[in-house]
């Protein structure tokens, strides 16, 4: 099966934080795949998923998602996996699975063709995230469904003063690098905003020891990020980040992750700002 998109030469911007092609880079993401998957697959099977839909996924990373999504659909559907990094999509072999190279803020975007949507943990990289939930809600087919994970950092505060303190620098930094990790709870009136009906909001808020799955991740992706961390965090975040991770016998709260599902609907229309 044909996919939706055009021929299109796009490039990955080069302020993009975690851009890397490594495999220290694969392996963030293959973790971050093994901690989200089950709460996104949830998320899609509420949504609908079933065979014959034809799926979108942007910043599909090592592409788990996708494929799973390509064996819900079956032999009549069709799935296409987008990212601006393509070095982790290469093996996913499905017929009925194109992968696509594709910007989300520039490159083109066929409107009225995807009856599934979805994207995770990258919206908050993007200052022009909302423009780009206006341009998915505008991809979507009748009843088509919009399904968005972001992570949002204020529920990490309700920890103790050690991990509120790095994780509030880690936000301000992140701000800086025009990365909003608070952009959880504002997904649900973007999604009104764009013209669909909200079907379902949640928040799932992991929490964490010291060399747990969770705990694994945070710290790979404080150093995936520490060339531009200096001005922000200690001299050596990643010991800061030990240090406060290991005090106290505890659970610690991690970013809650919020999922939005919006839908086209007959009576749908975009609502204007006041």
């Known amino acids: ?4 998109f055009p021929p299109e030469d796009t490039v990955a911007p080069p302020s993009y934080v975690f851009a890397g092609s490594g495999a220290g880079e694969r392996d963030r993401l293959r973790l971050l795949a093994r901690l989200l998957d089950p709460l996104h697959q949830r998320a899609l099977q509420a949504a609908g998923m079933r065979s014959g839909l034809r799926c979108l996924e942007l910043g ?18 069709q799935v296409t996996a987008t990212d601006i990094n393509l070095s982790f999509l290469e093996d996913l072999p499905r017929s009925n699975l194109t992968v696509r190279e594709l910007d ?18 990258l919206l908050h990289h993007l200052p022009q995230w909302e423009s780009v939930v206006q341009r998915l809600a505008g991809a ?10 972001e992570p949002d950092a204020g529920a ?17 930094w992140g701000q800086s690098e025009g990365i909003d990790f608070r952009l959880g709870h504002k997904l ?5 905003l764009a013209g669909l009906d909200l079907r379902d909001v949640s928040i799932e808020v992991p929490f964490y020891r010291e060399g747990s799955p969770w705990s694994d991740l945070y710290r790979s992706t404080v150093e995936a990020a520490l ?24 659970p610690m709260c991690s970013f809650g992750w919020v999922t939005v599902c919006g839908q086209v609907t007959a009576h749908a229309k975009t609502v ?3």
Do not use: H, Y
């Open 1 to 4: 099966m044909a996919s939706a």
């Open 60 to 77: 599909s990373g090592t592409g788990t998602i996708s494929a799973w999504m390509a064996d819900q659909v079956g032999a009549d559907g």
């Open 104 to 121: 989300v803020l520039s490159g083109e975007m066929p409107e009225g063709t995807f009856d599934v949507i979805t994207c995770r943990a």
């Open 140 to 149: 979507l087919a009748p009843n088509g469904v919009l399904v968005l994970i």
């Open 156 to 172: 990490a505060l309700f920890g103790e003063a050690m991990d509120q303190r790095f994780w509030s620098a880690w936000c301000r």
């Open 188 to 192: 649900p009136r973007a999604v009104r």
């Open 227 to 250: 060339p531009r961390l200096a001005p922000w965090l200690a001299p050596d975040p990643i010991a800061e980040f030990k240090d406060f991770s290991s005090q106290g016998d505890d």
């Open 272 to 274: 204007q700002p006041r």
